[in-house]
């Protein structure tokens, strides 16, 4: 098997066949970066339109670093994994700082702003930069997994540095750019996890998988454990014509998002008995739960909640918070105004149908969320 050959049948069919991405249409580092960090764990299609919109509201690297988190993590709001976001704020205000609005291309400076992995340097620095450094994301991984028959575990310990090795060896370095992303379309396109189309691959003469009829057995992948279910009592608490909404801690998971209060529901304890006591711990207040409003089932990374919603009315004691940094007495019909979890949004759009319209919407009294 010749690398030369390989690359020579890869890039010439990466020139035919590329997808015309907004990110592929320019050179600024920066742009490049923020489409990077929103494909991770990202389908493309997904990304193409967070991608315009955040470009929008924040066009360069000062305007991003200028930025609250509140604001930027609203216009990130339904990509998911929110640490991205947060991290690719914190890291504008590093690169206006320390490296006067530009982003780094020295691995090592870029490999310390947050959020900036070996993936994402790998491909900032091929792309933007054009250094020679290959990139390995799970489409790379997948095509050389079936192009060398690599038995090693795609998701096992070690797995990266095995395929860097191999990746590294066979990169163009005239041109890592167009190679990298060359690699990753073919995984993206053609070596697709199930039914590879091997018939239209332009490495399938080269491909040791496919010349033994063992496409199916690659990659080779470890038994993941089953993914952990968690049921969830979440309170809609109405007072004065709003809801109460809390913000969760800056990090970790949905750091910095708003949501209703809520939690864990305990064993042989009824959903509306948990939705009370969770409202009681978390935010202080006495409540009456009045109906069920939804159930909502969402699937987070390593595990799956079932989520039943209440509609409460508040009837004692004032908000002392234990858990969330921030409160705030919101109208409905403005909730649109905060950043809140996909699994949140699930269900906001009944706040204002129904019963819950007739009672909010009839008698609107001022705009500002209230503190009390």
Known sequence: MSAGNIRAQLLSWYRRNQRQLPWRRTDDPYRIWVSEVMLQQTRVETVVSYYERFLTAFPTVADLARADQQEVLRVWEGLGYYARARNLHRAAGIVVDRHQGRLPDDPDDLRRLPGVGAYIAAAVLSIAFAKPFAVVDGNVKRVLARLLMIETPVNGPGADSVFQVEAQRLLYRPDPATFNQALMELGALVCT???????????????????????????????????????????????????????????????????????????????????????SEEVG?????????????????????????????????KVALNGPVDFAWVLPHRLDDYPFPKANRKFIPMLLEGDARRRYRANIEGEQPVKD
Request: proline fraction near 7%; include cysteine; hydrophobic fraction near 40%.
């Open 193 to 279: 996890p199930r039914s590879p189309a091997c018939d239209r691959c332009p490495l399938a003469d080269f491909c040791a998988a496919r010349q033994s009829d063992s496409v199916a057995a690659f990659p080779v992948r470890n038994k993941k454990m089953p993914v952990p279910e968690y049921a969830i009592a979440v309170g809609v608490v109405y007072k004065n014509k709003r809801v109460l909404i809390t913000r969760r801690k800056p990090d970790g998971l949905l750091g910095g998002l708003w949501e209703f209060p809520g939690g864990k529901i305990r064993r042989e304890e009824s959903a509306e008995a948990a939705c009370r006591r969770e409202i």
């Open 285 to 317: 207040l006495t409540v009456a739960v009045e109906a069920h409003i939804a159930r909502v089932r969402h699937a987070y990374t390593h595990f799956k909640i079932v989520m039943d919603v209440f509609c409460c009315r508040y009837e004692k004691g």
